[in-house]
């Protein structure tokens, strides 16, 4: 999967590109994220790609020239690496966008790839964003200083469901939310830890009966804590059978 990240800050990227899974998928080339400047698309003397903004007030806005050339460059890199450009949106991070769920990441991991903007200061002008951007999206409601941590969550939620990286062990879909509901308790050694035991059906290697604990285990939880996403749960055949053990 292709990922173009148009930023001021290109630096802050290392915190996912040099770490964990998602370090090791780009080194694999499952992945790959190019970095592109804005800055480096400016033509003045002082590298400018904010300005105060018209009708006053507090803060900068980022110029839609340097941008529109950057976004220009990412849909060449995008291209060249293969990618097909209507299945390689431009997604702009912003506290206004659609609030990202792993419905959107699933829809995601479909694409060829992605170009993501990241806006600072109070955002980019309007203009810009109205002529380019195929996708607006929040990770939350809550403001941060600059669009690069969203779109280093985005990379990151999208890179771990692919199945490669995943070494095609389903250990993504079956995550928390993936099937609607919350993830369930886990365990590892030692046997004993602070007088608590380590529930005994996960020693009995029995495995039908481990799976069925632990789906019990997501519903309990998903209903004490989530009762937004209960309301919502549609079970499969398996699911619904286990529920009725439970109900009985
Ligand atoms: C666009 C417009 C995303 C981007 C304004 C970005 C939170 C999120 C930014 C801004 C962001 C989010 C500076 C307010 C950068 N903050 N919730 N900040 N601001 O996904």
Known sequence: MFFAVISILPEMFTAITEYGVVGRAIKREQAMIHLINPRDFTTD????????????????VMMAEPLEKAIAHAKDLAMQAGCD??????????????????????????????ILLCGRYEGIDERL????????????????????????????S??????AVMGDDLS??????VDGLLDCPHYTKP??????????????????????????QQVKRTQARRPDLWEKFSPNKQQLKWLKDLND
């Open 129 to 156: 964003l109205e002529t380019y951007v195929d996708m607006e999206i929040s990770i939350g409601d809550y403001v941060l200083t600059g669009g690069e941590l969203p779109a280093m969550v985005l990379m990151d």
């Open 172 to 177: 993504a879909e079956q995550d928390s939310f």
């Open 191 to 216: 046997l004993e830890f602070q007088g608590k035991a380590v529930p005994d059906v996960l020693l009995s290697g029995h495995h039908a009966n481990i799976a069925k604990w632990r789906f019990i």
């Open 85 to 114: 450009l209507d299945k390689c949106p431009v997604v702009y991070l912003s506290p206004q966008g659609e609030t990202l769920g792993e419905t959107v990441v699933t829809q995601m991991v479909a694409f060829d790839g992605m």
């Open 45 to 60: 003397n002082y590298r400018r790609i904010d300005e105060r903004p018209f009708g006053g007030g507090p803060g900068m």
């Open 158 to 163: 999208v890179i771990r469901r692919l199945p």
